[in-house]
């Protein structure tokens, strides 16, 4: 069972991480420290898609000391079917969360990590940060299925590691 900790710092052995914008098409990024001296790196993304029996591809058995999960959050004045997909997006949270059998959980949620910044310009500012072989990285990660991780659904992995490098302290 993954226990759920504050946010303000890091486990001190805590040297992987993974990191899970869930949806739909939930991204997720995995990430790694070498020391105490090295920063977290992206070391492979891609998306997953619970409800159909996909999780994060390479992460379940490795160990991993952390699970960062950004949770929907429900907004003031939202309709009934917004509501009923907050449920279905918290289901698939669960999912894809358990299945990384990370031993610690961080739960975020997305006015947390990245405020009411607008998506376009966020993930601008999410690709800056990157270096050349972690934004070479997002080019080649996959879906759950093995495909290629389509142009029109790359934003759920940039938000994953947007959410990794926040909460990772590389922001």
Same mark, same amino acid.
């Given at each position: 069972? @993954?226990?759920?900790?504050? &946010?303000?710092?890091?486990?001190? $052995?805590?040297?992987?991480?993974?990191?899970?914008?869930?949806?739909?098409?939930?991204?997720?990024? $995995?990430?790694? =420290?070498?020391?105490?001296?090295?920063?977290? &790196? *992206?070391?492979?993304?891609?998306? @997953? /898609?619970?409800?159909?029996?996909? /999780?994060?591809?390479? &992460?379940? #058995?490795?160990? *991993?000391? $952390?699970?960062?999960?950004?949770?929907?959050?429900?907004?003031?004045?939202?309709?009934? =079917?917004?509501?009923?997909?907050?449920?279905?997006?918290? *289901?698939? @949270?669960?999912?894809?969360?358990?299945?990384?059998?990370?031993?610690?959980?961080?739960?975020?949620?997305?006015?947390?990590? =990245?405020? #009411?910044?607008? =998506?376009?310009?966020?993930? #601008?500012?999410?690709?800056? /940060? $990157?270096?050349?072989?972690?934004?070479? *990285?997002?080019?080649?990660? /996959?879906?759950?299925?093995?495909?290629?991780?389509?142009?029109?659904?790359?934003?759920? &992995?940039?938000?994953?590691?947007?959410?990794?490098?926040?909460?990772?302290?590389?922001?």
């Amino acid at each position: 069972m @993954a226990l759920m900790i504050p &946010v303000k710092s890091l486990p001190p $052995l805590a040297r992987s991480a993974v990191t899970i914008d869930p949806g739909a098409n939930g991204g997720w990024a $995995l990430w790694y =420290k070498l020391s105490d001296q090295t920063g977290w &790196v *992206l070391y492979q993304c891609g998306l @997953a /898609r619970p409800d159909k029996g996909e /999780r994060p591809a390479g &992460v379940k #058995g490795r160990g *991993l000391g $952390l699970c960062v999960l950004e949770v929907p959050q429900h907004q003031h004045g939202d309709t009934p =079917k917004r509501t009923n997909d907050l449920f279905k997006t918290t *289901l698939r @949270a669960g999912l894809l969360a358990e299945s990384t059998q990370a031993r610690e959980l961080w739960v975020r949620s997305p006015h947390d990590w =990245k405020g #009411g910044v607008d =998506k376009a310009v966020h993930n #601008g500012r999410v690709m800056k /940060r $990157l270096s050349k072989e972690e934004l070479d *990285l997002i080019g080649s990660c /996959r879906t759950g299925a093995g495909g290629l991780v389509p142009a029109s659904l790359i934003n759920n &992995v940039i938000d994953a590691i947007g959410l990794g490098l926040v909460s990772l302290g590389r922001w």
